[in-house]
T-cell receptor, first 115, second 113 residues
Framework: QKEVEQDPGPLSVPEGAIVSLNCTYS??????FMWYRQYSRKGPELLMY????GNKEDGRFTAQVDKSSKYISLFIRDSQPSDSATYLC???????????????FGQGTILTVHP | ETGVTQSPTHLIKTRGQQVTLRCSSQ?????VSWYQQALGQGPQFIFQ???????GRGNFPPRFSGLQFPNYSSELNVNALELDDSALYLC????????????FGQGTRLTVV
């Protein structure tokens, strides 16, 4: 079993829809949770970063972390064609430094927003 | 665009050869991590360098090695290339305790034939 599970999709939605992306994990030591967006043939771009449980909002994006259920979500409101990309969840047990901050990624969900 | 740059962007090598990939980290970031991303998969952690020392390694064999230089730039070396090494190699830089704010370069696409 993988430490982080993410439905690869693909997910296709009309412009303006609310998109929900999810990951589950098995390692209870994870404390740092990130969402990255990756366009084709590009490196991942950091979208959201959350420490421990709770919600965080940034414009059209909302990240939720439920550590009791080992479940994280990313919501995209008013989705746009430019949001079409692969979305990767990532997690770490440590902040970095001597306890090195290794990121464990999900497989990625391919999202297409059509006009 | 992040301040992390990688070179080259594309590379084709023959099985058994050796390859060196390079990464310049973002200004102010002294921690560099390398990841391998196979097609259709999420990135897999190879190793991390902090203060010019390797301070963490994922499940990769010793033929994957690296260096970090005093200016915090880094190299990834892969010896005895195998077909399965074909992937996108990503470099990420961060502050020492900034795992949640790691910024990635555009990657090097390595094809082994």
């Amino acid at each position: 079993q993988k430490e982080v599970e993410q439905d690869p999709g693909p997910l296709s939605v009309p412009e303006g829809a609310i998109v929900s992306l999810n990951c589950t994990y098995s390692n209870s030591a994870f404390q740092y949770f990130m969402w990255y967006r990756q366009y084709s043939r590009k490196g991942p771009e950091l979208l959201m970063y959350t420490y421990s449980s709770g919600n965080k909002e940034d414009g059209r994006f909302t990240a939720q972390v439920d550590k009791s259920s080992k479940y994280i979500s990313l919501f995209i409101r008013d989705s746009q064609p430019s949001d079409s990309a692969t979305y990767l969840c990532a997690m770490s047990a440590n902040a970095g430094g001597t306890s090195y901050g290794k990121l464990t990624f999900g497989q990625g969900t391919i999202l297409t927003v059509h006009p | 665009e992040t301040g992390v740059t990688q070179s080259p962007t594309h590379l084709i090598k023959t099985r058994g050869q050796q390859v060196t990939l390079r990464c310049s980290s973002q200004s102010g970031h002294n921690t560099v991590s390398w990841y391998q991303q196979a097609l259709g998969q999420g990135p897999q952690f190879i190793f991390q360098y902090y203060r010019e020392e390797e301070n963490g390694r994922g499940n990769f064999p010793p033929r994957f090695s690296g260096l970090q230089f005093p200016n915090y730039s880094s190299e990834l070396n892969v010896n005895a290339l195998e077909l399965d090494d074909s992937a996108l190699y990503l470099c990420a830089s961060s502050t020492p305790t900034g795992v949640g704010e790691a910024f990635f370069g555009q990657g090097t696409r390595l094809t082994v034939v």
